[in-house]
């Protein structure tokens, strides 16, 4: 298939392993853009959000250009990772049979005004199964759980396991997780953050030597993930019950992840031999130390996980189901 896709350009990014896997798999790809226009910097991208939920019909004009450009490339359908392509796009690319689908990759909180369930697509994913019941139960919209990936190409066991004798977190640190480190710090785990920093609102809440000062990609980032006693994937609040991209990422590069409970989790990786589970902060401390007393149990885990990840959990193995709906 020719599949255009739709998506920001971050390297690593979801749209990008995404687009990397199809071309393996023996697909043609077309990057289409974004639903977003190029930020010129934070202030001019907050200014352009607000006025795009605003005034819908300025969205709907932006994105006739993707329209456009899946029409001028002949893409036989569409996957965009942005749930906020206007209904009037996908309607356009429908009535031109071009058929869509949305893998949505965010917690609930960033359903927006959730436009896309008004939207004609031909398939819509979500990486949680209560979102998912819900939609079909109620509105019996086309909608299917589809949990994130890893990629093997990038996300695989690099460098020497355990070497850097601290709990990582590679991501952004929003208020939630903040708080989260600033008790494991005030408990005595070892940490270091890698990732944009926190916004200068934040204060002294988390000393600032703890941040590596970056962020990091592809081998890089599995290499960090690898050479950590474990990394930390603590879950953005309104992950009901799903889970997120880093638990893939990390433990196809053979981390020993502290990942919180969701209803999901056991489904996809054994338990306490694959990732660590943590409920509270009590656990999430005794599970730290355990693991950074234990590196051999700690690469053991890590070592478990790369297997599971790459055998069940790769996007080489998740997007069949899509180019089934969009076939």
Known sequence: MHVGLIGGSRPDGFQEN??????????????????????????????????RSA????????????????????CDAVITVQGDLSPEAVLALRRNGVPAALWFPDAVCNLGRQRMLVAPYRALFFKDPLLVQRLRDTL???????PQACNPRWHRPLGE????????????VYPSR????????????????????????????LPHQLHAGHPVFREDKAR????????????????????????FEATAAGAAVLCERRPVLGDLFDLDTEVVPFGDVAELVGRA??????PDRARKIGDEASLRAHAEHTYEHRLPTILEKLT
């Open 140 to 146: 019996e919209l086309p909608v299917w759980y589809l």
């Open 18 to 51: 995404i687009g990397d896997s199809l071309v393996r798999m023996g697909h043609r790809v077309s990057y289409l853009g974004s639903t977003a226009p190029t930020r010129t910097g934070p202030l001019d991208g907050k200014v352009a959000a607000l006025a």
């Open 55 to 74: 005034l819908p019909g300025l969205a709907t004009r932006f994105h006739q250009r993707l329209v456009k450009a899946a029409l001028d490339l002949e």
């Open 289 to 294: 130390r355990e693991l950074l007393e234990s």
């Open 178 to 205: 903040l708080m989260l480190l600033r008790r494991l710090h005030e408990s005595g785990i070892p940490l270091v953050v890698y990732g944009a920093r926190a916004a200068g609102w934040q204060g002294d809440l």
């Open 161 to 172: 396991a355990g070497a850097q004798r601290s709990v990582v977190v590679v991501g952004n």
């Open 224 to 247: 960090v993930f690898r050479g950590a006693a474990a990394v930390l994937n603590n879950l953005h609040p309104a992950e009901m019950h799903g889970v997120n991209l880093r638990l």
